[in-house]
């Protein structure tokens, strides 16, 4: 079993940017595919990415594609999404998944963070 924590979000205008990071312990990240998920206010659950096991495919939903970048350190067990080009739309909580397939755009996890706020202001 894989515990993930995630770290970085905050508030930030329109326009800026923020880095998260998702820290894995308990076992090793090169086991799984990650993914980053997020949650608006009143709405379900939205699949942003994920990324293969050693990071060299990713996959974006079309709201984040070009703005958003997911990579990976297996050597220091984490996650990363960049975001850019931020946009009030992209307010939510954010959280990094993993699972033990092979498919990058696989919307079933099986491990979850705790997740972390991401406000962006107009």
């Known amino acids: 079993q894989v515990q993930l924590v995630e770290s970085g979000g905050g508030l930030v205008q329109a326009g800026g940017s923020l880095r998260l990071s998702c820290a894995a312990s308990?076992?090793?990240?090169?086991?799984?595919?990650m993914g980053w998920f997020r949650q608006a206010p009143g709405k379900e659950r939205e699949f942003v990415g994920g990324?293969?096991?050693?990071?060299?495919?990713?996959y974006y939903t079309d709201s984040v594609k070009g703005r958003f970048t997911i990579s990976r350190d297996n050597a220091k067990n984490t996650v990363y999404l960049q975001m850019n080009s931020l946009k009030p739309e992209d307010t939510g909580i954010y959280y990094c998944?993993?699972?033990?397939?092979?498919?990058?755009?696989?919307?079933?996890?099986?491990?979850w963070g705790q997740g972390t706020q991401v406000t962006v202001s107009s």
């Open positions: 998944a993993a699972h033990g397939g092979t498919i990058i755009a696989r919307r079933v996890y099986d491990y």
């Open positions: 308990g076992r090793t990240l090169s086991r799984y595919v």
């Open positions: 990324i293969s096991r050693r990071g060299g495919d990713t």
